[in-house]
């Protein structure tokens, strides 16, 4: 009579496996974990193949899932970070084997801003626990795993700084610039607006073309900014609206290379961004909007974005002395 199979302890390793089918498998270091898991596994063996598949050849299977599902933006994004995981963990580290220390030691190691390591980490956090919705994997094996933290956009342009960026930067991109700085749209909408989406005073993309297609993204415009998507839908009735001197659409590489030369003659950082963020912190401290209303305008479905990313304005005892005498001026307090 054959011997049951059951977890065994590799002394070399201090951890434990189990061999099912002709197959060895990790368990882990932990007795008990691994016991609990090697009776998952015998419980169903369908589980066995999903244990033994590489991180590699997952990725490739979530790829293809963003490819079929998700805007080619985001795809491309994924597609460019996953790419970069592999390399570091190898293509042979199966999902079971992926420790915390291999996705710290990837995203400190590539040279980028916490910000974007944040990104990267949850695109890592993302492929896992799609694995585990559509049953590849049992468990996500780097859940709750602590992201570095993001950095908070708080640039904001006064009223000098902005003439200094439109003197030193030149047509088509004063253009762009000026339209993010009176809309506060994020840079990527202002880029894929195409003459379909203006109507009137409004431009409107679908709930499938908006940020998490849920429902459609709306953008009011003022007069200013009006006349500047009615002159470019007047030149480029198909495809997007702002283009560069060559006639192709802006890239964000393309932006961000002639916002750093911009940088470097007017003495301080300029990022798209920054536009949006000035527009909202001049909206709240000296247009009077409310929170509520700022949200929505931006883009967001709630405050709360809001609330979290522009606290620094509870900090400026002048904003808050004036909303102090707000909050009373038309009440009878005599």
Known sequence: MARPSKPYLR??????????????????KDREIAFEKFHALMADRGQVKNELNTLYDLSQVYLDWCQANRKPATYERHRYFLKLFIKSVGRRLRPSQLKVHHVVKWHEGLGIGTSTQNDAVSIVQRMLNWAVEQEYLSRNPIKGMSKPKRKRR????????????????????TSFLDFLFMTGCRPLEARTIEARHLHGDLVIFPADESKGEIEPRVIYLVPEAQQILTQLAEKHPDGVLFRNSRGRPWTKDAIKCRLSRV?????????AYGARHSWATHALMDGGVDPISVAHLMGHRDPTMVSRVYSHLSKNPNFLRQQAHNAVRKRNVS
């Open 11 to 28: 002394k070399q390793t201090k951890s434990w496996y189990c061999s099912i089918d002709g197959q060895q498998i990790p368990l882990g």
């Open 263 to 271: 940088s470097k003659k007017v003495g301080f950082r300029v990022i």
């Open 154 to 173: 708080d640039i904001c342009y006064t009223p000098d700084q902005w003439r200094q960026i439109r003197e030193h930067s030149r047509e088509p991109l």
